[in-house]
């Protein structure tokens, strides 16, 4: 799909192009243009579509009192990958998370909790601004979970983590996480394809430009500007190998920021969704059959690695997650493996669920050294077994686990 022509005179690439365009590939292509009155029958299933968005800006610029701040406590549902929100006012202007107060909300609405013991608690751990609400004060709350008894909810992998983080040291993990989509129409069908038919195969439209190319930019690019608003190490979007499947990064950042970012840069996507009336979806094979799965590839760093000589820590940790594989598996989507299970299929840029492998510059092995730190001798690696809608604060605190608690 990537593959280069290094050496082809121009002569005969415009001959093959001309051929090309004549042909199979221009009828595919065909399949990807439709009318005016199809493409505004898209989102016609959609309700927020329906809704006039100028209506809300009139009750934004009210003046509201300086000194009442909402926030938005977000939290992670029992599913292990959905979000939950609830907003509440706030008498004063918090200056750290450890100024707001706990809260509680009904468990057993969320796949957290029996009806008759049903209060579940959320516990503020990092603050965020608001790109949602018109006070300047505003901010996004990031919480984890706690059941009756106090202890952590089965879906809280927050908590393990931080015990974790408190037993490393000075080894300075550093996380990057590549977060890949796909945008729906709410009937499920990918944002922009045709209602009968497929696009053209996969080639064009990985880092594509052009309308028979890339859909909703609109919706990625105003999601880069919130996220950087919010306070998140936003690091870069780019469209990937399928026509509607899109990839942001976050990071570096240490472990807890790269997972507490992405979660509420998923969030974040998914309230911006809403307002265009799209589906995101972060399922690891949105759709069956010779199209890219998307996934949550995870780089991984520590002081040693990053030093000069770095390679050897790099190697040794890799020679420890080979010995973990399937815990690892396990840890990097929410149905403990069943996920990855239709992604990692050996091909489509993908390893085997089964066996564990490394290299160079392979983006068909476990884990992935980048050519960069290879020739350099220290660095990152890459670890592409993570799906795309899996939960960061179990993937980073595997890798922290293996590669350096054991």
């Not at 013991?117 to 996004?140: E, H, Q």
């Not at 770095?310 to 403990?336: C, F, N, T, V, W």
């Not at 085997?352 to 490394?358: A, L, M, V």
């Not at 799906?387 to 980073?396: F, L």
């Amino acid at each position: 799909m990537r593959c280069k022509f290094i050496t082809m005179a121009f002569r005969v690439a415009g001959l093959f192009l001309k051929k090309e365009l004549t042909g199979p590939v221009q009828q595919q292509l065909r399949l990807l243009s439709t009318s005016n009155t199809a493409r505004a029958q898209f989102l016609s299933n959609s309700p927020n579509t329906a809704l006039d968005k100028s209506i809300l800006q009139r009750y934004k610029s009210l003046e509201t009192p300086a000194n009442r701040v909402q926030a938005t406590y977000l939290w992670i549902d029992g599913t292990g990958e959905n979000i939950r929100l609830k907003d509440r006012v706030l008498d004063k202007v918090p200056s750290s998370v450890e100024d707001l107060p706990d809260w509680q909300y009904d468990g057993s609405s969320t796949y957290q909790a029996q009806g008759e013991n049903s209060d579940t608690t959320l516990k503020p751990r990092a603050l965020y601004r608001d790109p949602f609400k018109p006070g300047k004060n505003d901010i996004i709350v990031m919480c984890d979970t706690y059941s009756a008894d106090g202890k952590p909810t089965p879906s809280n992998k927050r908590a393990a983590f931080q015990e974790d983080i408190n037993q490393i040291g000075d080894q300075e993990p550093w996380f990057g996480i590549e977060q890949e989509y796909t945008l729906l129409d709410v009937d499920g069908r990918p944002f922009g394809w045709p209602d009968n038919g497929f696009p053209a195969p996969q080639g064009p439209y990985y880092c594509g430009v052009g309308a028979d190319r890339v859909y909703a930019r609109d919706l990625v690019e105003a999601h880069a500007i919130a996220c950087l608003y919010a306070g998140i190490d936003f690091a870069g979007t780019n469209a990937e190998v399928m026509p509607a499947q899109w990839e942001y990064q976050v990071g570096p950042s240490n472990g807890m920021k790269a997972s507490d970012d992405l979660w509420v840069s998923r969030y974040i996507l998914q309230r911006i969704a809403e307002e265009y009336g799209v589906v995101v979806t972060f399922d690891p094979k949105p759709m069956e059959g010779q199209w890219n799965g998307a996934g949550a590839h995870t780089n991984f760093s520590t002081k040693a690695m990053r030093a000069d000589g770095g390679m050897k820590a790099i190697e040794k940790a890799i020679e420890k997650l080979s010995k973990q594989h399937q815990r690892h598996i396990r840890a990097y989507d929410p149905k403990e493996g069943k996920d990855n299970e239709r992604r990692l299929v050996g091909r489509l840029e993908t390893s085997s669920i089964d066996k564990f492998s490394w290299g160079v510059a392979n983006r068909a092995v476990s884990v992935r050294v980048p050519r960069g730190v290879a020739t350099a001798g220290k660095g990152y690696f890459e670890d592409r077994r993570p799906s795309s809608n899996c939960d960061p604060y179990a993937v980073c605190g595997a890798l922290v686990r293996t590669c350096l608690l054991e």
